[in-house]
């Protein structure tokens, strides 16, 4: 018997029992649903977590850190190992190594009108400002040259306080300081050391009084754009500028002098060059950073990256995930009972209709492939349509949760329920499958009937 032949004659059986069939096409339909919209919760969750993070951190990022965030002034050459430009080269070389980031980070005091200031400066490349993505309020961000320009962050003003009382007003009172960094004169002290030891009345080496470090009007050359108190951007309390113009400023402060936060020989004289604060090493591939954060390390220094914590928690959305897809498979089991218990039911019916076809000649194996096929075709429609409508189902939750307070709280944005293009068509066949593998022990049944006793049935 042909393929077709089988195949038109199981769609002709099961639409002479519509009720039947239509029930337990029900049972597939909900069992698929099930399954694909607890699997969708699951991964919906999941990206929305790496959704989340990706926005505070790159996924494929090491951080170098050498003694810490920063130096210590009596820091010497045996005790560190130092981040400078042979470093920089050196880790560019490595294999998978797309760029390398030095930042140079330093802590200053801002003066303006009625305030005091403090500002935590970095100094970037110009290469790494072209992929920080940093949204622009008003100016623009730092450019290549020799003057020194400030780009605030949206949040830096909550640094600010008066500077007779020490009151901040944001801390205070969640009043923003009637400061403006783009159009104000805005001085900054580079050598914090001295101005407290002169505002504390502290002497030099000959025990003379210390005297009040020299002030600089730096201008600004941009802000972020954000809301005051808007936690979305990591630089938002940060003060960005060009990295050269930083080293060229610095070095015309504080001339010969040690320079604070930078290492120092054993004699105390500073080094002939600035040593950066940290690095930003961009991998081609988050496969590829575990084992080149480990080499770092090996080489002496302080290298981390999220990659462990991230594959931790995709671990446990991989869990939870498996979990719902488990719960739903128990309805689907149950509409494989229901598969089998139709099929039954369906060749006691047909009995003697199987006898009359083994009497005259029909192959043992196509009547077992003609309940196969019943079985496996109430899957296919039950699939089908139980993928439709998991579909529906998911453009409804995610309508009913979308922006509610429950998932703000949770930390979830965008869609919770996502379904990804390969479950679908594997519903489908993941349908077909059960339904025949439900259909199997009916269809032995039917192989092995005899045919005379089947005649002789009704």
Same mark, same amino acid.
């Given at each position: 018997?042909?393929?077709?032949?089988?195949?038109?004659?199981?769609?002709?059986? +099961?639409?002479?029992?519509?009720?039947?069939?239509?029930?337990?096409?029900?049972?597939?339909?909900?069992?698929?649903?099930?399954?694909?919209?607890?699997?969708?919760? $699951?991964? *919906?969750?999941?990206?929305? #977590?790496?959704?989340?993070?990706?926005?505070?951190?790159? #996924?494929?990022?090491?951080?170098?850190?050498?003694?810490?965030?920063?130096?210590?002034?009596?820091?010497?050459?045996?005790?560190?190992?130092?981040?400078?430009? /042979?470093?920089?080269?050196?880790?560019?070389?490595?294999?998978?190594?797309?760029?390398?980031?030095?930042?140079?980070?330093?802590?200053?005091?801002?003066?303006?009108?009625?305030?005091?200031?403090?500002?935590?400066?970095?100094?970037?490349?110009?290469?790494?400002?072209?992929?920080?993505?940093?949204?622009?309020?008003?100016?623009?961000?730092?450019?290549?040259?020799?003057?020194?320009?400030?780009?605030?962050?949206?949040?830096?003003?909550?640094?600010?306080?008066?500077?007779?009382?020490?009151?901040?007003?944001?801390?205070?009172?969640?009043?923003?300081?009637?400061?403006?960094?783009?159009?104000?004169?805005?001085?900054?002290?580079?050598?914090?050391?001295?101005?407290?030891?002169?505002?504390?009345?502290?002497? *030099?080496?000959?025990?003379?009084?210390?005297?009040?470090?020299?002030?600089?009007? &730096?201008?600004?050359?941009?802000?972020?754009?954000?809301?005051?108190?808007?936690?979305?951007?990591?630089? *938002?309390?940060?003060?960005?500028?060009?990295?050269?113009?930083?080293?060229?400023?610095?070095?015309?402060?504080?001339?010969?002098?040690?320079?604070?936060?930078?290492?120092?020989?054993?004699?105390?004289?500073?080094?002939?060059?600035?040593?950066?604060?940290?690095?930003?090493?961009?991998?081609?591939?988050?496969?590829?950073?575990? /084992?080149?954060?480990?080499?770092?390390?090996?080489?002496?220094?302080?290298?981390?990256?999220?990659?462990?914590?991230?594959?931790?928690?995709?671990?446990?959305?991989?869990? &939870?995930?498996?979990?719902?897809?488990?719960?739903?498979?128990?309805?689907?089991?149950?509409? @494989?009972?229901?598969?089998?218990?139709?099929?039954?039911?369906?060749?006691?019916?047909?009995?003697?209709?199987? *006898?009359?076809?083994?009497?005259?000649?029909?192959?043992?194996?196509?009547?077992?492939?003609?309940?196969?096929?019943?079985?496996?075709?109430?899957?296919?429609?039950?699939?089908?349509? $139980?993928?439709?409508?998991?579909?529906?189902?998911?453009? /409804?939750?995610?309508?009913?949760?979308?922006?509610?307070? @429950?998932?703000?709280?949770?930390?979830?944005?965008?869609?919770?329920?996502?379904?990804?293009?390969?479950?679908?068509?594997?519903?489908?066949?993941?349908?077909?499958?059960?339904?025949?593998? /439900?259909?199997?022990?009916?269809? +032995?049944?039917?192989?092995?009937?005899?045919?005379?006793?089947?005649?002789?049935?009704?």
């Amino acid at each position: 018997m042909k393929f077709f032949d089988l195949l038109r004659m199981s769609v002709s059986n +099961l639409w002479k029992r519509k009720l039947r069939t239509v029930l337990t096409v029900l049972g597939v339909v909900i069992g698929i649903t099930s399954i694909v919209v607890m699997i969708a919760l $699951g991964n *919906g969750l999941k990206q929305s #977590m790496l959704d989340n993070y990706s926005n505070y951190d790159s #996924m494929t990022q090491i951080q170098i850190y050498s003694g810490g965030y920063y130096y210590s002034s009596s820091s010497s050459q045996d005790e560190d190992k130092h981040l400078d430009d /042979a470093l920089v080269q050196q880790i560019q070389s490595m294999e998978h190594v797309e760029a390398v980031y030095p930042k140079l980070n330093f802590s200053a005091i801002a003066k303006v009108g009625l305030y005091r200031g403090y500002l935590d400066i970095y100094g970037v490349t110009q290469e790494e400002l072209a992929t920080m993505d940093i949204p622009i309020a008003e100016g623009s961000l730092p450019e290549a040259g020799n003057e020194l320009k400030f780009f605030y962050g949206n949040n830096v003003l909550m640094n600010f306080y008066v500077e007779k009382t020490d009151v901040s007003p944001w801390w205070e009172n969640s009043e923003m300081p009637d400061v403006d960094l783009m159009n104000d004169s805005i001085f900054v002290i580079f050598d914090t050391d001295a101005y407290w030891s002169s505002r504390g009345g502290g002497s *030099g080496d000959n025990n003379t009084p210390v005297k009040q470090p020299k002030k600089y009007l &730096i201008e600004a050359c941009g802000m972020m754009d954000g809301e005051f108190g808007d936690w979305g951007n990591r630089y *938002g309390q940060s003060v960005l500028c060009d990295m050269d113009a930083l080293k060229a400023e610095l070095k015309r402060v504080f001339k010969k002098n040690p320079i604070p936060g930078q290492p120092t020989r054993k004699n105390g004289k500073p080094y002939n060059e600035l040593f950066y604060s940290e690095m930003v090493v961009q991998v081609d591939d988050m496969a590829n950073v575990t /084992a080149l954060t480990e080499m770092i390390n090996d080489m002496g220094y302080n290298a981390n990256s999220s990659v462990e914590w991230i594959q931790q928690q995709i671990d446990s959305m991989n869990m &939870i995930q498996a979990v719902l897809g488990a719960i739903g498979a128990v309805a689907m089991l149950v509409a @494989a009972i229901s598969i089998t218990n139709t099929m039954m039911m369906s060749i006691y019916e047909r009995t003697k209709e199987i *006898g009359v076809m083994k009497v005259l000649g029909c192959d043992i194996r196509n009547i077992q492939g003609l309940f196969l096929m019943e079985a496996g075709f109430i899957g296919f429609i039950g699939g089908v349509v $139980g993928v439709g409508f998991s579909f529906v189902l998911s453009l /409804a939750i995610n309508g009913l949760v979308a922006g509610s307070d @429950a998932t703000a709280n949770m930390g979830i944005s965008g869609a919770i329920c996502r379904i990804p293009l390969w479950l679908s068509p594997l519903a489908i066949v993941f349908a077909i499958v059960i339904g025949m593998i /439900a259909g199997f022990i009916p269809s +032995l049944r039917a192989m092995r009937l005899s045919p005379l006793a089947a005649i002789r049935n009704e």
